[in-house]
């Protein structure tokens, strides 16, 4: 009669974990868990990958691996089309569908479907930025938006637009640049009749309803609605201006203002009135112009009943109610 031992069977019962790491304070329940355990300790990858030079501590990584060679996706949603590499993965989908998400910031009320997104959000109180930009000091919360930035340096712009000759540094931009030309606004704000293109914009846009303004400067008293509206000002305190015309010694605080310059040089108007002939560097000098056409006039003075396409012009015509005089000529001798 053959020996059968129960040792490992009642050990995972009982909950009892005899073989401790002595490099660690982790224990298991059995020899084999302890010495797979070890290969973290030890660097020790025994199981290699045959189409590259990957190797893996555990079999079943190995395993997981392969699919990337293959293109095998044996894990399914029932719910949808969509297949997946790795069981966890279809996990975390599947709350896709069932708004489940077990993962709870300990700070503030949000919750996320996965734990990588919730370590990545609870850099939002902390404050930390673990990736650095080797070309200059800039450091970043999300490794994708150093990545981003890293385009800066570079130059490279992989996604290309088939309508028109724009071109981006990531995907998603691509995506959102080309309901541009399909005209398509999905998000509808419940205050107002506007529309947008994606979920950001309108969740932006909502703050002129509500006031809310979450971004606040840590120089001053100042807050602002908008995050890129905060750093723009940062620039005020740090005098910081990153992006640098290669035509001319003048610096912007923000690569539109750069790109915008650069028409200066290049001598490109893109911005073209349907009404007459007329070509433009700026889209807000286009907007000016239409009023022309329009008659509209947006900027009234608090004075007198005078109203006028543009703000300098308001602001210009204001100087007779306050006499103002803004040039200053000294006596000649």
């Known amino acids: 009669m053959a020996f059968v031992n129960l040792e490992i069977p009642l050990l995972v019962h009982t909950r009892v974990k005899p073989y401790k790491c002595i490099q660690c304070d982790k224990a298991f329940a059995n020899r084999s868990n302890l010495a797979k355990h070890k290969r973290i ?4 990858k025994p199981y290699q990958c045959i189409q590259c ?11 997981t691996h392969m699919r990337n060679h293959t293109g095998e996706k044996p894990y399914n949603c029932q719910q949808c089309d969509q297949a997946f590499k790795q069981n966890i ?6 709350w896709i569908h069932t708004g489940e998400k077990p993962y709870q910031c ?3 009320d949000k919750a996320f479907t996965d734990k990588s997104s919730l370590k990545t959000h609870i850099r939002i109180h902390t404050g930390e930025k673990p990736y650095h930009c080797k070309q200059c000091n800039q450091a970043f919360k999300h490794n994708t938006t150093l990545i981003q930035h890293m385009s800066i340096h570079t130059g490279e712009k992989p996604y290309q637009c088939s309508q028109c000759d724009k071109a981006f540094t990531q995907k998603p931009k691509l995506t959102l640049h080309m309901k541009i030309h399909t005209g398509e606004k999905p998000y509808q704000c419940s205050q107002c009749d506007k529309a947008f293109t994606n979920k950001s914009i309108l969740k932006t846009h909502i703050r002129i309803h509500t006031g809310e303004k979450p971004y606040h400067c840590k120089q001053c008293n100042q807050a602002f609605k908008h995050n890129i509206t905060l750093i723009q000002h940062m620039s005020i305190h740090t005098g910081e201006k990153p992006y640098q015309c290669s035509q001319c010694d003048k610096a912007f605080t923000q690569k539109p203002n750069l ?5 200066i040089h290049t001598g490109e108007k893109p911005y073209h009135c349907k009404q007459c002939d007329q070509a433009f560097t700026q889209n807000i000098t286009l907007i000016q112009h239409m009023r022309t056409h329009t008659g509209e006039k947006p900027y009234h003075c608090k004075e007198c009943d005078k109203a006028f396409t543009r703000n300098s012009d308001l602001k210009r015509h204001t100087r007779i109610h ?12």
């Open 41 to 44: 300790h030890t660097g020790e």
């Open 53 to 63: 030079d990957k190797a893996f501590s555990q079999k079943y990584n190995l395993k």
């Open 89 to 94: 993965t279809l996990i975390q989908h599947m």
């Open 106 to 108: 300990s700070q503030c």
């Open 259 to 263: 790109t915008s310059h650069m028409r």
């Open 322 to 333: 306050t006499w103002e005089k803004p040039y200053q000529w000294s006596k000649c001798d």
